[in-house]
Nanobody, 126 residues
Framework: QAQLVESGGGSVQAGGSLRLSCAAS????????MAWFRQAPGQEREGVAA????????RYADSAKGRFTISQDNAKNTVYLHLNNLEPEDTAMYYC???????????????????WGQGTQVTVSS
């Protein structure tokens, strides 16, 4: 089993920045990819960014491109999401996710991942 714990959320004004962290523990050697998702009240959980642990290959949602950056520190079993130029529309609970090896990696699809954290809240005011 493995556990994911997010941190770094908070309240910022529009245009501000945050860095979210996802610390993985337990049987993390099986992880093939990790990702960040977000869910606003009344909306579906959507993929924001993902990273493949083996080669650092990344994928981004259109809403994240140019503003968000996903990175990893495999030695610390931690994945980060750097949020820049935040907008009120980015307000949501942000979740970290992970999965083991897969032949086909649908990076931003919720059903791809079988490990989830509890989430960290990001609130952006105008």
């Amino acid at each position: 089993q493995a556990q994911l714990v997010e941190s770094g959320g908070g309240s910022v004004q529009a245009g501000g920045s945050l860095r979210l962290s996802c610390a993985a523990s337990g049987y993390t050697n099986s992880f093939y990819a990790m990702a960040w998702f977000r869910q606003a009240p009344g909306q579906e959980r959507e993929g924001v960014a993902a990273i493949r642990r083996t080669d650092g290959s990344t994928r981004y949602a259109d809403s994240a491109k140019g503003r968000f950056t996903i990175s990893q520190d495999n030695a610390k079993n931690t994945v980060y999401l750097h949020l820049n130029n935040l907008e009120p529309e980015d307000t949501a609970m942000y979740y970290c996710a992970a999965r083991g090896w897969t032949y086909i990696w649908n990076a931003l699809q919720r059903s791809t991942y079988n490990y989830w954290g509890q989430g960290t809240q990001v609130t952006v005011s105008s």
